[in-house]
């Protein structure tokens, strides 16, 4: 029978499958950070149980660690203690760990691939939703609850029902000036933040095979925004040479038994989807999110909707109550859109292809009067790499903060955070209200988008720079 | 976790669609390391003015709704982040049921681990109950989870779907992490062969 990539995976990891009974899969890799397993940890003490594999577990630190003044201690005390548990946590089940001193930090699906920790094919699942970045390597990864993530602790399985499977096909090139998260953007806004729900999407088409490994990360990073469990891409030679070398990719001859199987992942031609959605890479333009959802998105060109354009009442309503959070008339152009802060970084932007894409813009500008930009890659290896290319330089020289690694402003835990009535051009995955601090209005866009809003203090159409 | 019983509660009713997990519990309160006391949180950013008192408008702060123990919203309730959390403050506040068309993924699974039944409702079967609500505030439903069904006073219940696992866990209050260790030859029996399989994985 014809199999999707979805569905060899799938198979390859079935531990039992009872009638009547949730089927329970393999997890092969386990990713860990601060927030969502101190409780998880604490469940397994409470039972008495051990840590089945160790070695299937890579844990950080990224929510809570401050992006500056990293020498002092942490000013939260309660942000502090939920670090410190995770240390004792990792040190008394002998896990490994990238604590906030260590080079190897930074935010957890930015740094597990830099270690070639996820392989083509394996099941992959983090106590977070956007473990699907993951599926930029072909393997099956997604994010968990905390009770969950205890169960893989303990069982190294997940009772899982099977998914849907979507194929969004990517026809033809893209434009010079969009991205994977232009693409990830327009996505949502054809298909909703529920138009995944239920299903495993797979991407292709030429678009897709022309991405980048850090792009293909942007693209599976943001499938849960379109509702989906998780994103996935067949490996192809450029996932190969990704991770062949990396510390934790196979070597010799176990590279070869890898690749062997590696290569059989990509869907089977004529494989059957259960639902497919096409677009045109030329089509896509830069995208700018006017609302409070992912799904509230328009093309840099256009204008904000009126609530009275939709038809469905849901989204009228939504649209309006959008529009008075975020402060904005119907038919303004997006292009007219003022900003107060600009934030590069994140799992879906924090990557050295998005510093450099931020940098190429941001060269021989001034970040404008009245506002505020911040750049903090996505780990220290991105920090140091970029420091090598000399991008930290032209960034500071245009006026633009340069941090130290962390998810920072994409959710606002660390201290890093908009005022109420602040609005932040922001590379991150979420525009929800208060997500970048109460009251703040957040409108993603890609990384040279970000960095051309924060020359000229408004969103600007880069394909007329 | 508690087994899932037959109940009369009051249904509270919040008609507002795509409410994601960092409306349900915003980040600053994530920085818990135990998993009690968040229902103190719960939508705090709709829920609170900026003084700490509550803002009247809220549709939870109705005092018709106060013991309610069913919530009833609009499409795509729960989607964002994977916080269990979210699940964990709706529980600690007091629901134990809610009922929309359709949930965020993540969410709908985490719910089950907490006792919590998420009813999945046509959109016609929803727009009867929030008109009954809307109608009648304070009223009761009668939720039965050993039939599958919800009973309203005002004649709109219906049967709603459910897999079979997930409801007799918890019909059962059953942990499933207890249940999963049942397997353990099997899970063994997988590890042998993934060791053979992917031999670099486990050094």
């Known amino acids: 029978m014809k199999r999707t990539m979805y569905e060899k995976i799938w198979d390859a990891h079935l531990v039992v499958d009872e009638e009547g009974k949730a089927p329970l899969i393999y997890v092969d890799r386990h990713l860990m950070h601060e927030v969502t397993s101190p409780q998880a940890f604490e469940g397994l003490r409470i039972s008495g149980l051990k840590v089945r594999n160790p070695h299937s577990i890579l844990a950080t630190m990224d929510h809570c660690v401050p992006t500056k003044d990293r020498d002092l201690p942490i000013a939260d005390p309660i942000a502090k203690k939920q670090i410190e548990t995770m240390a004792d946590n990792c040190h008394e089940n002998g896990l490994n760990l990238y604590d906030m001193k260590n080079p190897n930090n930074g935010i957890i699906h930015v740094v597990v691939p830099e270690h070639g920790f996820v392989h083509p094919g394996m099941v992959v699942v983090c106590g977070d939703s956007h473990t699907a970045t993951h599926g930029a390597f072909g393997a099956l990864a997604f994010g968990i609850g905390t009770s969950e993530v205890e169960h893989v602790m303990a069982t190294q399985t997940l009772p899982q029902k099977k998914s849907k499977t979507l194929l969004v096909k990517i026809n033809g090139k893209l434009s010079k000036f969009a991205t994977a998260k232009d693409i990830a953007l327009a996505i949502t806004g054809k298909i909703g933040t529920a138009g995944g729900t239920g299903y495993v999407i797979e991407y292709a088409g030429e678009a897709i095979s022309d991405l980048s490994m850090e792009g293909r990360m942007t693209l599976c990073n943001m499938a849960i925004e379109a509702g989906a469990r998780a994103g996935l891409i067949a490996p192809d030679q450029k996932t190969y040479d990704f991770l062949n070398g990396l510390e934790f990719a196979p070597k010799g001859d176990a590279w070869e038994q890898a690749m062997a199987y590696w290569q059989s992942l990509p869907s089977d031609e004529g494989a059957e989807f259960d639902a497919v959605v096409e677009l045109n890479g030329e089509e896509i333009a830069p995208q700018v999110t006017w609302g409070t959802s992912p799904e509230q998105v328009a093309a840099v060109n256009s204008v904000v909707p009126d609530p009275n354009s939709f038809d469905d009442d849901g989204k009228k309503l939504a649209c309006s109550s959008a529009l008075e959070y975020m402060d904005l008339q119907p038919n303004t152009k997006i292009t007219d859109i003022t900003i107060d802060l600009v934030f590069i970084g994140s799992c879906t932007n924090g990557r050295i292809e998005d510093l450099r894409a931020a940098a190429e813009v941001a060269k021989g500008t001034q970040v404008a009067d009245g506002v505020t930009a911040i750049a903090v890659p996505g780990s220290y290896h991105v920090k140091e790499q970029a420091e090598q290319e000399g991008l930290d330089k032209i960034l500071t020289e245009a006026g633009w903060e340069w941090r130290e690694p962390g998810c920072s402003m994409c959710l606002a835990m660390n201290g890093d955070e908009l005022s109420p009535g602040q609005r932040s051009a922001s590379t991150s995955n979420r525009n929800f209200e208060g997500r970048q601090g109460k009251g703040g209005r957040t409108h993603l866009v890609s990384p040279a988008m970000a960095a051309a809003a924060a020359a000229a203090g408004h969103f600007v159409d880069i394909r007329e720079l | ?203």
């Open chain 2, 1 to 203: 976790m508690q087994p899932y019983t037959k109940h009369n509660s009051i249904a509270a009713l919040m008609n507002r669609s795509n409410v994601d997990t960092d409306q349900i519990i915003p980040k600053q309160f994530l920085k818990k390391v135990e998993r009690s006391g968040f229902g103190a949180h719960l939508f705090h950013d709709w829920r609170f003015n900026a003084d700490g008192g509550d803002n009247p408008e809220f549709e939870l702060n109705k005092a018709v709704f106060k013991d309610a123990k069913i919530l009833v919203v609009g499409d795509n309730f729960g989607c964002g982040s994977s916080r269990e959390h979210a699940p964990w403050a709706i529980a600690d506040y007091g629901f134990n049921t809610i009922i929309s068309t359709s949930y965020a993924d993540i969410f709908y699974n985490n719910c089950f681990k907490n006792g919590i039944l998420p009813i999945i409702a046509a959109q016609h079967q929803l727009d009867a109950l929030m008109e009954e609500i809307t109608g009648n505030e304070g009223v009761s439903f009668e939720i039965d989870l050993e039939q599958q069904t919800i009973t309203t006073p005002g004649g709109n219940g219906f049967s709603f779907e459910l897999d079979a696992f997930r409801k007799e866990n918890l019909l059962a209050g059953l942990d499933d992490i207890g249940l999963t260790l049942k397997h353990e030859d099997k899970i063994s029996q997988y590890e042998e062969m993934h060791k053979q399989n992917f031999p670099w994985l486990w050094t």
